[in-house]
Structures are given as C-alpha cells and as structure tokens.
C-alpha cells in the first residue's frame, strides 16, 4: 500500500481509545484533525512527541482542530502512558495494524541490520471533509509539533 499523502482522501476508521473511549475518522469529520503515528508508547522519541502535541493542544483547540496520536499498542498500555506523562491527546490502538496499514505507514524497517516490520513516524493534518492537507513522512521530532501548529494556522486561522 503507498502512503496516504496531501491532497489523498484519509482512510477511515473507527478504533479504540484511551479511557475506554472510540474515535472514528470517516469522509465528513465534525472537526479538522492532526493524526500523529507513532511506533511505541513510553519511548523517548514518542514521548516527546506526545508531550509536544499536549503542550500545544490547547493552541490547536483554539483553531478548532482535534489532536490525535496512534500506535499499535493497546489501550491499556495507552491509559498507563497518559497517566505517566500527563498527556492530554486522544491516543488510538490499532492492535490489528490495519488502519496502519491502510495509511501506508505499517513498513519494514532496520535497526542494526535487522530487518523488522513497525510504524513510520507519519503526522498528517486533515480537513473536515477528509482530505490529508499535510503530510510529514519520517519525521524527526525536534520543531515537528510547532510545524505542525503552523501548517493548521496557514489552513484554518
């Protein structure tokens, strides 16, 4: 599958959340939405990232976007990482990778010359009629939060 890209249609889904909730994504979304993939709960690079888009969740209410982050972890583990970090995003499972995989980002990487399959650090801002506006593939997360932040100023101040 290629990976989900500006100006593609989001695939979508309905999954498990956090706190025992659900969160669906489809053609018409009651709000536009920043969709962060990251490969493991409670690791440093992911942590980061999911402090950052807490800090600024706040800055992105203001303009009327949602702030959600996938994994494949379960939920359990989720509602363990909130709790630990007082993150204040919506964090969905996707134990069966399906919707990982539908987005393009389910990829075989290598760490040390082993090979293995996991998840593309992918963010993607997506309009209320759920079309991807931005795409950021293989993402370092040092300034990535406040790019993001900017890009959903440019499409919805």
Not at 51 to 68: A, N, P, T, W
Not at 122 to 135: F, M, P
Request: glycine share 10%; net charge negative.
């Amino acid at each position: 599958m290629s990976k989900v890209g500006a100006g593609d249609k989001a695939p979508g889904f309905t999954l498990p959340t956090d706190g025992d909730g659900e969160f669906s994504l489809g053609g018409q979304n009651e709000a536009p939405v920043v969709l962060f993939f990251y490969p493991k709960d409670d690791t440093s690079g992911c942590t980061k990232e999911a402090i950052g888009f807490s800090e600024h969740l706040e800055d992105f209410s203001k303009l009327g976007v949602r702030v959600v982050g996938m994994s494949p972890d379960p939920v359990k583990k989720h509602d363990k990482f909130k709790a630990k970090h007082e993150l204040t995003v919506t964090l969905v499972s996707d134990e069966e990778k399906t919707t990982l995989e539908d987005y393009g980002i389910w990829v075989e990487k290598s760490m040390y010359g082993r090979k293995y399959m996991g998840v593309e650090r992918t963010t993607l801002l997506i309009g209320k009629d759920g079309t991807v506006l931005e795409a950021w593939h293989k993402v370092k997360v040092p300034g990535h939060v406040e790019a993001v932040l900017d890009a959903a100023r440019k499409h919805f101040s």
